[in-house]
């Protein structure tokens, strides 16, 4: 026979609890003293508002007492911090609750294996499934509580209690719920539970299952009116079980994984539990990602047709025109006063040798016939090294050389837009066309270049510098000298120095400034760009309101699911959960529901994107970047707008939480 123990796990020393209802002060407690030793099996009875439930509590670590000490094997816990007295809990008490408190997305064996992942150890413990099958319920494993009776809810219960071996069992009402055949069944259980040597503490209002246990503590407005006990106390210490790591299915990664893993699965059951409230949350995220990728990818697009635009002028180009003058008060046109003469081109060339290109030119309007047709057109006289200052190049034939431009010879090159008014679908390339009434040979077929604004860039044709002067357009002096530099660094440079040699060129006496003007495209292609930037910071921004809207949303709707899961909230601090445990599991949920919204988003984005790109005729593609960045930031609106309600579920009171309606 075992030796008797005197070793009190549980003792109130003048422990007081009062409540404010409205005005009302209502003392549950008063100056209770109690000593409840290891193994004992304790009933706690009494009327509806006697206080023994607030005594449960207190024991349970769920509420504190106003007044007096309560201590939980020999530890004062007045002092303890809420995670501290979450520990505790965790490590030494196991709940039992009238209304069962089973998570109803979860299955019997999860809602068993619920306290382990509050363990402090990592997730071990005994086996849940062998908990299972000793309440009886091996074959219900996969059941939700929805698919369970009453009775074998409460044994799930049970099973639950025992999940983390703790010395002391606390059941409210075990039985209050129940038939009498499950009654009988519960008790039979706690009974088990009490020889194996738990300390079994059961609140009830029945007197038949109070008689059951070894000592009967009665209460009465607060007071304690009676301690009776009915038979000897002999404590059995309970057997420590070896704990053992409880793997997660399909998974076998470390234990703190298994924890993240857990987490991630239980945000998706929170979320699944709601669908239709989780995807209009959602949608704010999904469109606001969308957003944001669309609106890069257009300002992307943009910037592509403006490098384009800029790339018809030429790359790094120079531009030398004729200033516009006043002479004698009259303002002239540029051109009219200061000419530019052919004779300059090999001067440039000369004095700044580091440039890529130079090439004159002038224009005119003329008449072009063929025999599919005819048209009013742009002529352009140029030389070869016109290809090299502006890109140009011939899609079908060849570009003129530099001795038929000598030669003043008659050929051209026609533009897209010429070809169709001419040629229509037929290759003009080696067919005579009369330009101005001139017989002239077309070599060769520009490539297209579009549209420049108001202007057609392939309405054009292109023909010698002399040929064009002296055949044609009649022309003594050039329009203007276009040069290109080497490379974008040196374009300023050199515009300081084709300025310093224009300024040697015979000036006309009296005129104040320089005759001759240098037009940087360069500088016009960076303003471009500098402006397509900003319109898509603009764009982008416009979309990201969206998102900032979408995570309001999400804080909404999560501060309206901590409210509707009070309850859980407090019955998972109950199962030993810390501030940081459920703070950690809302914001997951949180960031899952926006990366979810996320993901979704970028489908339809990159879906909008293709779809404008061929609406409007060019190429949009969603950009890694932008996809990346939509993503981070919908998780980073989830941990924002997340955190608040996460808090506010961390902060709620474990006991306040379990009574909640």
């Known amino acids: 026979m075992a030796e008797p123990l005197s070793h009190p796990v549980i003792v109130l020393e003048k422990v007081s609890k009062t409540y404010r209802m409205g005005t009302n002060i209502v003392t549950a407690l008063k100056n209770v003293s109690l000593s409840i030793e290891q193994g004992d099996f304790v009933s706690l009875v009494g009327s509806s508002g006697s206080g023994k439930s607030t005594l449960l509590h207190t024991i349970g670590l769920l509420d504190r007492p106003d007044t007096g000490r309560l201590l939980i094997n020999g530890k004062d816990v007045a002092g303890l911090s809420d995670d501290e007295l979450s520990n505790l809990r965790s490590e030494t008490i196991g709940f039992v609750f009238q209304q069962f408190h089973l998570l109803k997305r979860l299955t019997a064996l ?74 009988v069944e519960i008790m039979g259980m706690l009974k088990e539970l009490h020889r194996e040597g738990f300390t079994v503490v059961v ?15 009665r209460l009465h407005d607060g007071e304690i009116v009676e301690d009776r006990r009915s038979r000897e106390h002999i404590a059995v210490p309970v057997k420590p079980e070896e704990k053992v790591p409880v ?61 384009q635009q800029i790339s018809r002028l030429g790359s790094n180009r120079l531009s030398i025109r004729p200033n516009a003058q006043n002479v004698s008060g009259v303002r002239g046109q540029a051109g009219s006063v200061t000419r530019l003469e052919i004779g300059q081109v090999p001067q440039i060339i000369e004095a700044l040798p580091e440039l890529a290109a130079v090439t004159a030119i002038v224009r005119g309007r003329v008449q072009v016939v063929g025999e599919g047709g005819n048209a009013s057109t742009e002529i352009l006289g140029t030389t070869p ?33 010429v070809v169709k008014s001419v040629f229509g679908n037929k290759n003009p390339v080696g067919q005579d066309i009369k330009v101005a009434g001139s017989p002239f040979t077309v070599i060769g077929v520009l490539e297209p270049k579009g549209a420049n604004g108001p202007r057609d860039d392939d309405d054009v044709i292109v023909i010698p510098l002399q040929t064009a002067m002296y055949r044609v357009l009649g022309k003594k002096y050039i329009d203007q000298i276009d040069v290109s530099a080497k490379s974008p660094e040196v374009i ?112 339809l984005g990159w879906i909008l994107t293709l779809v404008i790109g061929l609406v409007q005729g060019y190429s949009l593609a969603p950009s890694i970047f932008s996809m990346v960045l939509a993503c981070g930031f919908s998780a980073a609106v989830g941990i924002g707008f997340g955190y608040w309600p996460a808090v506010q579920a961390s902060r709620l009171d474990p006991i306040e939480a379990l009574r909640y309606e």
């Not at 609140?203 to 503590?217: K, L, S, Y």
């Not at 300025?499 to 000036?507: A, D, G, I, S, V």
């Open 203 to 217: 609140v009830t209002h029945e007197p038949d299952i109070a008689e059951q246990t070894d000592r009967m503590v």
């Open 110 to 183: 999860e809602n068993v294996e619920l306290p382990l992942n509050y363990a402090k150890e990592g997730r071990k413990s005994s086996d849940a499934r062998g908990l299972l099958a000793r309440v009886g319920l091996g074959d219900r494993e996969e059941h939700r509580p929805n698919e369970l009776s009453g009775g074998q809810q409460q044994r799930v219960a049970i099973a639950r209690a025992l999940i983390r071996r703790p010395t002391i069992v606390l059941a409210d009402e075990p039985t209050g719920n129940l038939d009498s055949q499950s009654s």
């Open 492 to 603: 300023d440079e050199t515009q300081r120095d084709l300025q310093e040699l224009t300024r040697k060129w015979p000036q006309i006496p009296g005129v104040v400034g320089d005759s001759y003007q240098i037009n940087n495209f360069a500088s016009m292609a960076e303003a471009f760009t500098a402006v397509t930037k900003t319109l898509s910071v603009l764009l982008a921004s416009v979309a990201t309101i969206s998102l900032v809207v979408g995570g309001i949303g999400i804080m909404n709707i999560m501060l309206v699911s901590v409210t509707e899961r009070t309850r859980e909230i407090g019955l998972r601090k109950a199962l030993g959960a810390r501030g940081n445990d459920i703070r950690t599991q809302f914001l997951i949920e949180s960031v899952v529901l926006c990366l979810g919204g996320g993901f979704a988003g970028i489908a």
């Open 247 to 307: 793997r997660i299915p399909g998974f076998a990664g470390s234990l703190a994984w298994e924890m993240w893993l857990l987490n991630l699965r239980q945000a998706y059951r929170g979320l699944l539990a709601n669908k239709l409230r989780t995807s209009l949350s959602a949608l704010g995220i999904i469109i606001g990602v969308a957003a944001v990728i669309v609106m890069l990818a257009l300002g992307k697009g943009a910037q592509a047709s403006v490098k």
């Open 385 to 417: 090294d016109y290809q090299k200052v502006y890109a140009a190049k011939a899609a079908y034939g060849r570009f003129f050389t530099d001795e038929e431009n000598q030669m003043r010879s008659r050929v051209a090159l026609l533009g897209a837009t």
